[in-house]
């Protein structure tokens, strides 16, 4: 890249570059990109004060996304006066919502910049160091952004890789179709060629990224569907495993089912939020679907792929949700048996529908649901990992254990993470194992 180069000119050894991440894969992935980016002018600093560039990375999904930023950025004021050379951006989600705004409540900030904007990063940090005042980058893009393929740093087993990006769906609780703009596919020779890299550096496994990644394609000329690109993806000698997150109950199509039955490729585990368990939330939530297509695309799936493993997402306590329609997500939780979930309370995003919305439960009551519901899921959990005494399971292994560093660790193509005693001598990262 040309600003890649640029930055290297006059330096006489690489700065430090410390990315803190909020928020979800895709931040991660984003993250990564940047990492990408400064490969070649940038070492990883281990911490902010190793760094002569520190860029934050930011979520507006988390509560109150606004003050956890400026108190991040609290804490770098004094670094920076110990420092003055040292650049501060901030990019993601709240950046791409508060623009310029966040250069003018804090003198931390050299420059911020959007999700749309990331290829632009080295010339916001180009223009600084020349003396320039702080810079701002949020436009939206009509087509996908390019930024340099691969990762940088040491080869990982599963890979992210993002196929699409934006959502048109407008969820009325959910800021991302703002922050992140409209929805655009990734043209597939793109994702083909990133995931070939990531193959040739040791990677076996793919979680591709989207909003609502089985809306992928409609926008492509010719048209892909996104049971296509898995089908194509999994033709990719290397690659042992695809996963995906996450499908929107909306998106699936007929051949949806078949797909998943027949790519031994694609893992046997279906993240599909849920959301609520009432047609009357649901339509509140503007989730475009019924309590009875939800549970019916999950018969299909369970009839076609008996072992296969269903997590979700949960809003409790969203406005106007009463009694009964809590005991309709509890029913679908009794009739599903998710593997998992993440719950969560409801809690108003600025800048959605959901927050001009009267509330109506109660925080306490809030609480109380959530609990109930994850109490009762934790049983089912248990319960699920039982069933696997007994059975024999393909794990992809990944490496030492992070929990315990004696053991190895891998995952079951249902997403199940499993500890093994690396006295195995076989074991290696990246091997698939038999394991009773
Ligand atoms: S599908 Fe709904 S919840 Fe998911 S990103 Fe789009 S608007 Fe947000």
Redesign the pocket.
């Known amino acids: 890249m040309q600003e890649e180069t640029d930055l290297n000119i006059g330096q006489a050894a690489r700065q430090g570059l410390y990315i803190q991440t909020f928020g979800c894969q895709m931040n991660e992935y984003d993250s990564q990109k940047l990492a990408k980016i400064f490969e070649s002018s940038h070492f990883e600093a281990k911490s902010p004060d190793q760094a002569d560039l520190i860029i934050i990375n930011t979520c507006s999904v988390r509560e109150k996304p606004e003050q956890k930023l400026y108190s991040e950025l609290g804490k770098l004021a004094e670094l920076k006066r110990a420092r003055p050379g040292l650049l501060v951006g901030v990019g993601g989600c709240v950046a791409q919502q508060e623009g310029s705004r966040i250069i003018k409540r804090s003198k931390v900030v050299d420059f911020v910049f959007g999700t749309h904007n990331l290829s632009l990063v080295p010339s916001l940090v180009k223009a600084r160091r020349s003396g320039l005042p702080p810079q701002v980058a949020v436009d939206y893009r009509d087509g996908w952004e390019e930024l340099p393929l691969g990762f940088k740093g040491s080869s990982k087993i599963s890979v992210f890789v993002s196929i699409s990006r934006g ?5 009325t ?5 703002v922050t ?1 703009g409209k929805e655009v596919s990734r043209p597939f020779h793109e994702i083909e060629r990133e995931l070939r890299i990531a193959i040739h550096r040791g990677a076996r496994e793919v979680v591709l990224l989207g ?2 990644v089985n809306s992928y394609g409609r926008d492509l000329t010719p048209r892909v569907t996104f049971s296509e690109l898995l089908l194509r993806l999994s033709k990719i000698e290397g690659l042992e495993r695809i996963r995906f997150t ?1 499908p ?1 109950p909306q998106e699936i199509r007929s051949d949806f089912v078949e797909m998943m039955a027949g790519t031994p490729k694609v893992c046997r585990h279906v993240h599909m ?1 849920l ?1 609520s368990g009432s047609n009357v939330i649901l339509k509140a ?3 475009n679907y019924r309590r009875e297509r939800y549970l019916d695309i999950i018969a299909s799936l369970k009839e076609a792929i008996p072992d296969i493993s269903i997590t979700t997402d949960v809003i409790v306590g969203f406005p106007g949700e009463s009694e009964s329609d809590f005991e309709q997500t509890m029913d679908i939780l009794e009739q599903v048996r998710f593997d998992s979930s993440y719950s969560f309370m409801f809690s108003a995003r600025p800048g959605t529908r959901a927050a001009a919305m009267e509330e109506t439960v109660p925080e306490q009551e809030k609480l109380r649901r959530l609990q109930h519901f994850q109490r009762r899921q934790d049983q089912i959990t248990s319960e699920s990992l039982n069933s696997w005494v007994g059975r024999t399971g393909e794990i992809l292994l990944d490496g030492p254990s992070s929990s315990d560093p004696s053991c190895f660790q891998g995952r079951l193509s249902q997403n199940i993470l499993v500890n093994l005693q690396s006295a195995h001598s076989s074991l290696r990262a990246g091997n698939q194992h038999r394991q009773d």
């Open positions: 959502c048109n769906k407008n969820c609780y959910c800021i991302v179709p992140r909003q609502t996450s929107h939020p959301q939530m503007n989730r």
